[in-house]
């Protein structure tokens, strides 16, 4: 199977209230025109990057601009013993938007489907680090069993409208009963 090739691990999404007439056609144009394809399989979806469709550098119609939504893997925490964590944030890359609920979900695989074994949501500033990112945590019953674990990470700018794009990290293996 052959997907469209995305330059530098970055996708750009369009979100805005509305879309103007002239923008909707050039959307329209550029659907039509051919895609390079990759024969490579993604492992996981590309960092997210929304955009007011203006382009980037350019927050132009009181649209949110553009900004990317990030997160780290499934990891052992360095705090507490026996714990894996997940966390995710945004970073602004321009336009008018300050702050974002940012939602993680920490995933364990079982049977062939993913489970969410914790949530955690945080509002907050642009940027990632321990106070400008949402986090979600899990205390292994045991480090014997070996499990895959996974995070989806949701970014909802304040004030703005939204789409159900989910940002996937790739999936981790850890000795970590459930």
């Not at 051919?34 to 997210?48: G, I, L, M």
């Not at 927050?59 to 499934?74: K, P």
């Not at 013993?81 to 079982?110: C, D, E, F, S």
């Amino acid at each position: 199977m052959t997907r469209p090739h995305i330059k530098g691990d970055i996708h750009v999404r369009i979100r805005t209230g509305a879309a103007s007439a002239a923008l909707a056609g050039l959307l329209a144009v550029a659907a039509t025109a051919p895609a390079q394809a990759d024969d490579r399989e993604p492992t996981q979806p590309p960092s997210s990057t929304y955009s007011n469709g203006h382009g980037p550098g350019v927050a132009a119609g009181g649209g949110v601009g553009a900004f990317v939504t990030e997160g780290d893997r499934v990891h052992f925490s360095h705090t507490v013993r026996g714990a894996i964590n997940a966390h995710g944030w945004w970073k602004r890359l321009n336009g008018p938007a300050k702050k974002a609920k940012v939602t993680v979900w920490l995933q364990v695989k079982n049977n062939g489907h993913w489970y969410t074994l914790n949530k955690g949501v945080k509002t907050v500033y642009s940027g990632g680090g321990s106070g400008k990112r949402a986090s979600a945590a899990w205390k292994c019953t045991n480090l014997v069993a070996k499990y895959s674990f996974r995070s989806v990470i949701d970014v909802d700018i304040i004030g703005y409208p939204d789409d159900a794009h989910k940002k996937i990290t790739d999936t981790q293996t850890l000795f970590c009963g459930t």
